[in-house]
Structures are given as C-alpha cells and as structure tokens.
C-alpha cells in the first residue's frame, strides 16, 4: 500500500513556475513507478509524466514537453514536477499516482493516487 500526497499548488501568472511535490509514504517507494496527470472540471484526467523507478527514464506528454520536468529522490520518497513558462491550458488539479512495473500513460493502469493539487495560471 502506498499514500500520496501532493502539495506545492497555487495561483501563478502565465509564464511563471511552479513546483509540485508528492510525498509517499509506505514500502518499497523505490519500486514503483510515478506519474503526474492534471484534469479540469467536466474533463477527463490526462496525462502529464512519468518517471521510472530509477529515474533514468521520463515520458512528457506533448503539451508540456520541455517546459516541465519530472524528477524523484527516493530517499526521500518524493516525487516533484517542475513547471516552468506556465500557460492557463495548465490550469487544473494535478494528481500523483505510483504503479509496479512500468510507466504508462494510461491513467487506468495506475494502483495509488494523491488527492491532487490544484494549480491555476492566469493570463
């Protein structure tokens, strides 16, 4: 079992940036895979990224690659999510989630999930 917890959200102008966290708490944080997705109201969660157990491999989806960064230290069992050149389209609740194995974009392949963090740019 896995606890995540996100935290990190606020209010930023467009071109701002933000940094997200997700404590973990439980066994074998190293094990698992980490992934960040986002959703706005009406809509359904999408992906953001994902980070291997490791940490040598990430996976960004378009919208955000390279403007965001994900990374983890598991000696501290966290994972963060580096927002840089923020845009309103950024706006939504960000959601940790850890899973076995190997990453995936599929936000239903995923076992834990924070209870987000809600995150809103303006313009």
């Known amino acids: 079992q896995v606890q995540l917890v996100e935290s990190g959200g606020g209010l930023v102008q467009a071109g701002g940036s933000l940094r997200l966290s997700c404590a973990a708490s439980g066994r074998a944080f190293s094990s698992y895979a980490m992934g960040w997705f986002r959703q706005d109201p009406g809509k359904e969660r999408e992906f953001v990224g994902a980070i291997n157990w490791s940490g040598v491999y990430t996976d960004y989806a378009d919208s955000v690659k390279g403007r965001f960064t994900i990374s983890r230290d598991n000696a501290k069992n966290t994972v963060y999510l580096q927002m840089n050149s923020l845009k309103p389209d950024d706006t939504g609740v960000y959601y940790c989630?850890?899973?076995?194995?190997?990453?995936?974009?599929?936000?239903?392949?995923?076992?834990?999930w924070g209870k987000g963090t809600l995150v809103t740019v303006s313009s």
């Open positions: 989630a850890a899973k076995l194995a190997t990453m995936t974009r599929d936000l239903y392949d995923w076992d834990y």
